[in-house]
Nanobody
Framework: QVQLVESGGGLVQAGGSLRLSCAASIRTFSRYVMGWFRQAAGKERELVAAISSSGGSTYYAKSMKGRITISRDNAKNTVYLQMNSLRPEDTAVYYC???????????????????????WGQGTQVTVSS
């Protein structure tokens, strides 16, 4: 049974930082592209960052590019999202997701499509106060 468990969310003031973690119980973690999505109240879920199986290729959404860094530790089956200079509009539930792309080195267009992800975490709330 695959499980993705996010942690690290919380309440932070505008301009502050948070580091989200996602621990994955996937035996072949290194085959998976990992993504961080977010969903704000009343809005659709969107991809904010993705990282290839090796960590050598990343994708960032324009809305957060320059303020976030995605990374992974395959030895620990964990992916991270470092978020800096947070804004009230970053308030959302943040989800970790996994997609088996057979260990492809590069992020592909398919890896940026929500419906292509195989497994999802339960989400962690991030609230940024002004």
């Amino acid at each position: 049974q695959v499980q993705l468990v996010e942690s690290g969310g919380g309440l932070v003031q505008a301009g502050g930082s948070l580091r989200l973690s996602c621990a994955a119980s996937i035996r072949t973690f290194s085959r998976y592209v990992m993504g961080w999505f977010r969903q704000a109240a009343g809005k659709e879920r969107e991809l904010v960052a993705a990282i290839s199986s090796s960590g050598g290729s990343t994708y960032y959404a324009k809305s957060m590019k320059g303020r976030i860094t995605i990374s992974r530790d395959n030895a620990k089956n964990t992916v991270y999202l470092q978020m800096n200079s947070l804004r009230p509009e970053d308030t959302a539930v943040y989800y970790c997701a996994a997609r088996d792309n057979s260990g492809n080195y590069y992020i592909t267009t398919a890896d940026t499509t929500e419906t292509n992800y195989d497994y999802w975490g339960q989400g962690t709330q991030v609230t940024v106060s002004s």
